[in-house]
């Protein structure tokens, strides 16, 4: 059972937007705002974008994250078939004094 | 640029200690907020946060693992080091080493990760 809450999967159709919503609490998503991972079948993890809501500068501007009190969201504009994945969110807990995930989102693009 | 890699033993007997090897190249704990940690997926299942040493030497932990484990670092050959001891089947998984930036809370670059059976 995951600390931050994330719906199982999601779907849309290509060059449709789509949002990955990260639930969380005082402690973490509203403390330390979210990160935003991406993994592949097989691969280990990449960083989309940190919990300063930069992105490295690789990752294209079609990825952008916000965050509303206890619920990080992140939103992919112009779908593209590649980016079919698994994405997770994170954060940083200041109660447990740990970092936390959440269970993931598998994206399906249709 | 910066690089991780994990290293340690593939297959490991239940109720042993498991000890992974984290090397890394690009940076340095002389950066002050610089961090390396580890986390885990176990098959089909999401990350689970393990545990982070940073350039000030503290240790944090997985609450619900805590008393399994430990994190040191080695500057010297720029290794940091994690062990788990009394490993169970559920300790079977991927186990990545990450690096954390000095202005970041979580980690921005990773490892392949290794792959690590608790079997007898």
């Known amino acids: 059972q995951s600390i931050l809450t994330q719906p199982p999967s999601v779907s849309a159709a290509p060059g449709q937007t789509v949002t990955v919503s990260c639930s969380g609490s005082?402690?973490?998503?509203?403390?330390?705002?979210a990160a935003w991972y991406q993994q592949f079948s097989g691969a280990a993890p990449r960083l989309l974008i940190d919990?300063?809501?930069k992105r490295p500068s690789d990752i294209p501007d079609r990825f952008s994250a916000s965050r509303s009190g206890t619920t990080a969201t992140l939103t992919i504009t112009g779908l593209q078939t590649g980016d079919e994945a698994d994405y997770y969110c994170?954060?940083?807990?200041?109660?447990?004094?740990?970092?936390?995930f959440g269970g993931g989102t598998r994206l399906t693009v249709l | 640029q910066i690089t991780l890699k994990e290293s340690g033993p593939t297959v490991l007997e239940p109720t042993k200690t498991l000890t992974l090897t984290c090397t890394f190249s690009?940076?340095?704990?002389?950066?002050?907020?610089?961090?390396v940690g580890w986390v885990r997926q176990s098959p089909g299942e999401a990350l689970e946060w393990l545990a982070l040493?940073?350039?000030?030497?503290?240790?944090h932990f997985n609450p619900s693992l805590k008393s399994r484990l430990t994190i040191t670092r080695d500057s010297s050959w720029n290794q940091v080091l994690l062990t788990l001891t009394n490993v169970g089947p559920d300790d079977t998984g991927i186990y990545y080493c990450?690096?954390?930036?000095?202005?970041?809370?979580?980690?921005?670059?990773w490892g392949q990760g290794m792959l690590v059976a608790v079997s007898s």
């Open positions: 990450a690096y954390k930036a000095p202005a970041t809370l979580l980690f921005d670059s």
């Open positions: 005082y402690s973490n998503v509203a403390y330390s705002s």
């Open positions: 040493t940073d350039s000030f030497n503290f240790q």
């Open positions: 919990h300063n809501d």
């Open positions: 994170g954060a940083w807990d200041n109660v447990i004094n740990a970092g936390v």
């Open positions: 690009g940076f340095s704990f002389t950066t002050s907020g610089v961090g």
